[in-house]
């Protein structure tokens, strides 16, 4: 097999990943950033523009991890930089209400009008975490339904068969998760309702919540069959259990309204509470949960449900974020859907004109490459059949596209992230890369 992270290595950032190593834990704040299931060098990035990112060592990369999602509009976009220098040169924080708090919810809320109350925090982890404490704190029940291949940040009841980062590392869940929180989670296939109505079956009166993603982007790009979401919805109702719709991921990404905007909205349902993220902060730590009155009102101070934060609402990460959501119109949606489309064609017909058996599933402007025949002819629904990909053929594929100067998730389980700036240069930089990545992939031999 051939050695494409040795053949590669830049010097500058091999210099600082051994650095960073003697300092962090895998020289990372974030695990999946250690390039651990590809191998080779993370490329230490030192500044980015438009659809561009680039290294240490002075290279430029066509960037399709986006800050893993917050970039819709491509990286240092003039508006929102100019808001946030603004906001930063009339101070950094203040620890009491700010104008631009409301203004961001009041933005959030005309996007979604399912919700009527915004409490916002510094990260998706945090808006899905205090979500949980919300479900349990007005149910008076324990237990949460989450489903495997989902991930909802680091929260300690939602670890469990989680994607992103956990699936890349192939972990069952995290160390230090007690026992008796571990109990209290139920953990069922993703878009299985029979195995939904099963649980609530045996145990639907101790179920405070169910927390699903709106749509799955952390197995993998995994859309819900049609039906799904709303019958989470329809079942949880009737047992007086709350649905958590997580967008911290697709949220304000896939569409105006986020995933909700597209399927809810349509169908005439909502969840109870959604939880944002990402895109909502503007590449700044901003993230949300909103829903009913009635709900979020049962929060401190109004209510006995305890959350706060001493960054919460940090008046330069709101000017990020509302910069971001006033500058993201229908033609920022149009063209993401745009460079979705063209892209996973793109990828497709290179994969194929190498004989590579795969599947690429979209969910709006999200996509993901699973490899292998069981994928291709039958598609991916649920976290097994993700496992059950030809793994070993993504780390080839990824640095071989490095190597053409595009920047993927170091991980077969994430999704690609594009943006509103990348043109027709930076497609066409992807689409150049992209015969010899199908060679490697093609090429790749399964592990012994
Ligand atoms: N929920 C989903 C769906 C996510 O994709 C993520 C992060 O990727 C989170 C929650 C956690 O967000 P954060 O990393 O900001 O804590």
Redesign the pocket.
């Known amino acids: 097999m051939i050695d494409f992270t040795a053949a590669s290595a830049p010097a500058r950032s091999t210099e600082l990943f051994a650095r960073a190593r003697a300092a962090l834990p895998g020289g990372v704040n ?1 695990p999946v950033r250690a390039y651990g299931s590809v191998g080779g060098t993370p490329r230490f990035l030192v500044s980015a523009r438009g659809p561009y990112v680039t290294d240490a060592d002075g290279r430029e990369y066509v960037d399709l991890v986006c800050s ?2 917050p970039a819709i509009l491509g990286h240092a976009h003039p508006g929102v930089v100019d808001a946030v220098q603004r906001a930063a040169a009339k101070g950094l924080s203040f620890g009491a209400p700010t104008p631009g708090e409301t203004e961001l919810a009041e933005e959030i809320l005309r996007r979604v009008p399912a919700a009527e109350r915004v409490r916002l925090v510094s ?6 975490m205090t979500a949980v404490r919300l479900a349990r704190g007005v149910t008076g029940r324990d237990l949460i339904v989450k489903f495997a291949g ?5 929260v300690d009841a939602l670890l469990a068969q989680a994607g ?1 980062g956990v699936a890349t590392l192939a972990l069952p869940g995290s160390a230090g998760v007690t026992a008796a929180t571990a109990a209290e989670t139920i953990v069922l296939p993703y878009n299985d309702l029979a195995a939904v109505e099963a649980a609530f079956a045996e145990r639907g009166d101790q179920i405070a919540a169910v927390i699903t ?1 709106a749509s ?3 197995m993998g790009v995994v859309p819900p069959l049609p039906g799904f979401n709303a019958g989470l919805a329809r079942i949880a109702r009737a047992h007086g259990a709350l649905l958590i719709q ?5 949220g304000f990404r896939v569409g105006p309204a986020g995933w909700w905007g597209l399927e809810g909205a349509v169908e005439g349902w909502a969840p109870d509470l959604f ?1 944002f ?2 895109v909502v902060g503007g590449g700044l ?1 901003v ?1 949300a949960i909103a829903g009913s009155a009635v709900l979020m009102e049962q929060l401190a101070p109004l209510g006995p449900i305890y959350q706060a934060g001493t960054l919460s609402g940090n008046p330069v990460a709101t000017a990020a974020g509302l910069a971001t959501l006033r500058a993201a119109g229908p033609e920022v949606y149009a063209r993401l859907d745009d460079v979705a489309a063209r892209l996973s064609a793109a990828v497709s017909a290179a994969l194929s004109a190498e004989g590579v058996a795969h599947r690429i599933q979209r969910a709006g402007n999200l996509f993901s490459v699973f490899f292998g025949p069981d994928a291709s002819s039958a598609g991916v629904r649920d976290f097994a059949a993700a496992q059950a990909q030809e793994v070993y053929r993504h780390a080839p594929f990824f640095h071989a596209m490095l190597a053409g100067g595009v920047n993927l998730p170091p991980s077969v389980f994430e999704a690609w992230f594009v943006s509103a700036a990348h043109d027709d240069t930076a497609l066409d930089r992807i689409v150049s890369a992209l015969p010899s990545a199908a060679r490697a992939a093609a090429a790749a031999d399964p592990p012994t």
């Open positions: 974030s893993w999602g990260t998706g982890t945090e808006a899905t989902c991930y909802h940040g680091h992103s993603e799955p982007a952390n997580d967008e911290v991921l697709t939880t993220g990402k730590p993230a």
